[in-house]
């Protein structure tokens, strides 16, 4: 890939943006734990935007909301009847931790989107470690309410006897992999769409392809948001399925 | 940028699988999720909970007076109507009776006026029938008187019976 770069004189990086260095102090310092990175900024101002949207914008309390007050319970009542309707009406207890998820998500993905900046949910660890605490957390919930019958949820009992251990060795592969898609399937979307915007903002500074180029960034970078909105809503639909197959395991 | 190109050189591949800067990440992470998690349970989900409850609350109690309302409406027109039918039958009751009470006037009235016209008429028959008998008693003595002179102008004895008689009967034949 360097090779191909250097070729012609362009300059192609389009994976530097995910490079982790510290914010203050010289570039090639080490990354120690409490490091003050990009990564804690960019995660420092998703919390100063939740906080700005879901307690700012709902300061006044008002029967007849404002614009931004309207906007915090639009994704109130969006998370709220997701829960509601795909994990039932126990697992609303839960709704505080998926609306957690959720807006983590989804203003990650959407500050990862201004120019310039850096995108935590990009990061495979950063996902792995969403995706472990669901799967983790789901699992314990799952032995914790159902005790030793959440097992039944590998036991395909409707299927017939001779297939059931074939098919519960699948659903046991299957369950055991979800962490893994989950984790990978937000990373992947998110780094693939910033890397493909920064290969056509690299082809920008050919004259010839520069019309084509830019037109590229600007449909990709719609595609992209996009995406950044759905892959929050499918990391978060995806979690209510689980916890909803943890509080009724059966099939 | 220059700085850029020189740590792009130091980390080749994918700065995603740099797993020295995995602790920190996850550091930071665990961190955000439990300021974030503080501030929506703490703060942001109660309050809009709350405000979403007192919009459902307002919006009920609203929909309530405007029933409570609307049957009041309902019930002053029910009332209005029973009053209009209630005035209407009134009304008609009064224009009935009016109308009995001139009738008997009228009855009265052309019942006496019958009984007068029936009087002047028996009176009238009766001055007529007087006034005939005499017209007819008269033509009888004109009759004799006339009888009695042409017969006695003939030079024949005058019997007065014998010509009342003939008289009486021509007249009555």
Avoid at chain 1, 58 to 82: D, W
Avoid at chain 2, 33 to 59: C, D, H
Wanted: aromatic share 8%; proline share 3%.
């Amino acid at each position: 890939m360097a090779e191909e770069a250097k070729g012609g004189g362009l300059e192609f990086h389009p994976m530097d943006q995910f490079i982790i260095k510290p914010l203050f102090g010289d570039a090639g310092d080490q990354v120690g734990m409490f490091t003050i990175t990009n990564a804690t900024f960019w995660m420092a101002a998703a919390i100063l935007a939740i906080a700005a949207l879901m307690i700012l914008g709902t300061r006044g309390r008002a029967v007849v909301p404002t614009r931004t007050q309207s906007v915090a319970e639009l994704a109130y009542g969006f998370v709220y009847k997701m829960v509601e309707d795909v994990a039932g009406k126990d697992g609303l207890k839960y709704f505080p931790y998926i609306m957690t998820l959720f807006l983590f998500i989804l203003f990650s993905n959407f500050l990862g989107l201004i120019p310039m900046s850096f995108t935590t949910t990009s990061h495979i660890a950063v996902t792995a470690i969403l995706a472990m605490a669901v799967f983790l957390a789901v699992t314990i919930l799952g032995f914790v309410k159902n005790g030793a019958s959440f097992l039944g949820l590998f036991w395909v009992s409707s299927a017939p006897l001779a297939l059931r251990p074939i098919l519960a060795l699948i659903e046991l592969i299957s369950y055991f992999v979800r962490p893994v898609s989950h984790s990978i399937r937000l990373a992947g979307n998110m780094m693939a769409g910033h890397a493909v915007l920064k290969v056509f903002a690299g082809f920008a500074q050919v004259a010839a392809v520069a019309p084509i180029a830019i037109f590229g960034v600007v449909a990709i970078y719609g595609l992209e948001v996009l995406v950044s909105a759905i892959q929050a809503y499918v990391f978060t639909i995806l979690t209510c399925v689980y916890l909803k197959d943890a509080l009724h395991p059966s099939h | 940028m220059a700085t850029e190109t020189t740590e792009a050189a130091a980390a080749p591949g994918m700065p995603q699988l740099d797993f020295s800067t995995f602790p920190n990440q996850i550091f930071w992470l665990v961190v955000t999720l439990v300021v974030i998690y503080m501030v929506l349970s703490r703060v942001a989900l109660p309050r809009i909970a709350s405000v979403l409850a007192e919009r459902q609350g307002t919006i009920t109690n609203d929909i309530a007076a405007a029933e409570e309302l609307k049957q009041k409406a309902a019930e002053a027109e029910a009332a209005y109507d029973k009053a209009l039918a209630d005035a209407r039958a009134e009304a008609g009751r009064i224009g009935a009776e009016a109308k009995a009470e001139v009738q008997a006037e009228i009855d009265a009235a052309i019942k006496k006026a019958d009984a007068e016209i029936a009087a002047r008429t028996s009176e009238s028959e009766a001055k007529i029938a007087e006034i005939r008998d005499g017209a007819t008693a008269a033509i009888q003595d004109v009759a004799k008187d006339t009888a009695e002179a042409v017969v006695a102008a003939m030079g024949v004895d005058v019997d007065k019976a014998a010509i009342a008689a003939a008289v009486d009967a021509r007249v009555k034949g």
